[in-house]
């Protein structure tokens, strides 16, 4: 049987969980199940948290959980009673399993197979029973990815293994500064390389046109561009944090208000305030950015792998000018997306330059053209402050978010009262505090430098800053981390258990050699209670080693175990290289960076040890994609503080910062106070 799957898969297993879900109502094995990707058709494979067909946000388990499950059941109760009219008997004489129903009392069986047109015939039932969770056969179990063996064996077809009849490759250059334009484009030697085709100007860019990559890149090589640089054409990084420095210090947009934090700031017996910062960040996906594109005069075919679907054919649609249903998107597999693919510029560049090409063509961007014209994550700049009573323990909590607004571009009717809910999203983090005030500050970039998601935006910025920032009272306290962050969670039972469990799996408080530390964080988002413990290393140079990773994390109900664990090991390298290396810098409006030399990526020799402990909740399921990576970087630098005395407020790591010779010695030891 074929289950056509709406959520795409980037490597996060949704092509096994989702049929995971199906099969489980409707009795069958996964090995019974072949998989389609979904067409695009907001209509019929929309993701209602978002609005429209697209994957992302930790929604698939979370919004799909029940409809997945009531769609096996109803096509399950639509089989039995196709068998119960079959034989003429009473339906409740006849139960399914392993797609086959059978008439309890004389043991006759049908095929699910036997039974499809008949089944198909019927009315669905408006009202279904889906099983107790204790009758689960499937769900919670875990189960071999259904994807996995083609990728293994190399028959897996992303959207960079597209071959179309007649295919030429493109590779692209685009003006290196924001915003910029193509002016002149000398083509003579291009034109003169083996296998170089055509040259298309677009009015950003230049496609060289080839009969195969290597043609391509070296006829692009060849090509003497100029190029008009326009207004950013000194823009540098200083520039970014200036006017985000300058933006921070005026109030924002109130987000959350609770209480009188002025009032209580005021007669609180201690303040203390800090500025947290995080710098753009690149996604590298492993697969670069691809997209194969025909257009023919009343049609269009599109080959890719994307994250949302209906954009992509409408972006199609109105770069060539044809209706939607001219416009033919085939979905791919794609190798890592993290929010990248939730974008369409790539394919609207794609198609805009095989409108001035004969047959199809795939154009593929080069690393360097992929770090320097990413969809980049926000750099966000962020001053809290919290007043503390005469224990340590706060009375008042602000926090002012300054950065862009990804909200306001991608989906504007979000983006309500000038509030970007993603942006605040985690702000107070699962704390409770009497009294509260979190404020917004729109501060966007120069035209041309256009930011997004990056595996989850808000709470992996706020989880960064809340949770060091808590680090920080707890430390002018005098009080153990943990026993801090369980005072500030009477209201958050499961965020208390997490922390718990993390603390004791990693061995919190055992002694560790010097120069090396643990540092802890707790955080709730996408659903999730996730809390982290990592031990890390400092040299007397400066430099961090990661040693250990402990995660316990509460998702509510788990489908397959065995991917809620990938993903958060996934999620924790993904951060540890963020913490470590991950930073996009910009001079004379350009980017510095160009392909993985000069943008890290965490080494295999470098990876941690890593534990993840699941909670086995009733709860309903949270997601999973975004919250390994949230937790990680907190924790880590809290570590870093407890090895070095050293604390860090913004990212990547800075070695100078960490040189034995400007080290204080950290606490060697807690206050013994009870909470």
Same mark, same amino acid.
């Given at each position: ?160 293994? @597209? ?6 490759? $493109?590779?692209? *250059? %685009?003006?290196? !500064?924001? +915003?910029?334009? #193509?002016?002149? &484009? ?117 080959? @890719? ?6 954009? $992509?054919?409408? *972006? %199609?649609?109105? !770069?060539? +000018?044809?209706? #939607?249903?001219? &416009? ?134 706020? +989880? ?212």
């Amino acid at each position: 049987m074929t289950i056509i799957v709406q959520q795409v898969e980037m490597g996060q297993g949704t092509y096994t969980s989702m049929p995971m879900l199906i099969a489980e109502e409707l009795e069958v094995h996964l090995n019974q199940v072949l998989i389609e990707h979904a067409p695009p058709n907001d209509k019929l494979y929309g993701n209602p948290a978002l609005g429209f067909q697209a994957t992302g946000g930790s929604t698939s388990v979370r919004v799909f959980w029940e409809p997945l499950r009531r769609a096996g059941a109803t096509a399950r109760c639509m089989l039995v009673s196709a068998t119960a009219q079959t034989w003429n008997v009473d339906e409740s004489s006849c139960h399914a399993e392993d797609a086959v129903v059978t008439h309890t009392p004389t043991g006759r069986k049908l095929t699910y197979g036997e039974l499809a047109d008949k089944a198909a015939t019927l009315a669905p039932p408006a009202n279904v029973s889906l099983k107790d969770p204790k009758d689960f056969r499937l769900i919670g179990k875990a189960v071999r990815r259904l994807d996995a063996p083609n990728k293994v064996n190399g028959t897996a077809e992303f959207g960079i293994d @597209v071959k179309i009849p007649g295919m030429k490759i $493109a590779t692209v *250059a %685009a003006c290196p !500064v924001f +915003g910029g334009k #193509l002016v002149h &484009v000398d083509d003579t030697r291009a034109r003169a390389v083996k296998g170089v085709r055509a040259i298309v100007r677009l009015d950003d860019a230049v496609a060289v046109i080839a009969d195969h990559m290597g043609a391509a890149k070296k006829g692009l090589a060849g090509l003497q561009i100029t190029w008009d640089p326009g207004q950013n054409e000194h823009l540098s990084t200083e520039d970014l944090v200036r006017q985000l420095d300058s933006a921070s210090q005026k109030p924002g947009v109130t987000a959350l208000r609770e209480g009188d934090a002025a009032k209580a700031m005021a007669g609180a017996a201690k303040t203390i305030e800090a500025v947290y910062q995080l710098p753009l960040l690149a996604h590298a996906a492993m697969e670069p950015i691809n997209c194969t594109v025909h257009v023919q005069a009343n049609s269009c075919d599109v080959w @890719v792998g994307t994250q949302v679907l209906t954009r $992509a054919q409408a *972006a %199609a649609a109105r !770069v060539t +000018g044809l209706p #939607l249903e001219r &416009v033919t998107v085939h979905n791919h597999l794609i190798g890592g997306g993290f929010g990248r693919r939730l974008e369409v510029d790539s394919i609207i560049q794609a198609v805009q330059i095989a409108k001035q090409v004969d047959g199809p063509v795939k154009v593929v961007w080069t690393r360097e053209e992929d770090i320097q014209h990413d969809v980049y994550r926000p750099y966000y700049f962020d001053r809290l402050a919290a007043g503390l009573n005469e224990a340590g323990l706060p009375v008042a909590w602000t926090h002012r978010i300054a950065g862009p607004s990804i909200l306001a571009r991608f989906a504007p009717s979000a983006f309500k009262n000038g509030i970007d809910s993603d942006a605040i999203d985690g702000a107070v983090g699962p704390y409770s505090f009497p009294s509260v005030l979190v404020d917004y500050v729109r501060q966007e970039p120069p035209p041309g430098l256009t930011t997004g998601w990056w595996r989850g935006v808000g709470m992996t910025h706020n +989880g960064f800053m809340v949770e060091g920032f808590i680090d920080e009272l707890a430390a002018a306290a005098n009080i153990d981390p943990v026993h801090y962050r369980r005072a500030l969670l009477g209201n958050a039972p499961r965020a208390r258990s997490v922390l718990d469990l993390a603390a004791s799996k990693a061995g919190w408080g055992e002694p560790l050699p010097a120069g090396n530390g643990r540092g802890i964080s707790v955080i709730f988002g996408f659903g999730t209670f996730l809390a982290q413990v990592a031990e890390v290393a400092v040299d007397k140079n400066g430099h961090v080693r990661v040693q250990r990773v402990v995660c316990a994390a509460d998702c509510g109900r788990i489908v397959n175990p065995d991917t809620v664990v990938a993903q958060v090991q996934g999620g924790i390298i993904f951060g540890i290289t963020a913490v470590l290396y991950g930073v996009i810098t910009i001079e004379n409006g350009r980017v510095k960076q160009r392909n993985f030399d000069t943008y890290r990526m965490l080494r295999m020799n470098e990876a941690p040890a890593i534990e993840v402990h699941l909670v086995d909740s009733k709860e309903a399921p949270g997601g999973m994609g975004e919250t390994g990576t949230a937790a990680l970087a907190p924790a880590v630098v809290n570590a870093v503080f407890a090895a070095s005395g050293k604390r860090l407020r913004m990212l990547p790591i800075d070695i100078a910062q960490l040189k034995a010779s400007d080290r204080r010695e950290p606490k060697s030891a807690y206050s013994e106070a009870e909470v």
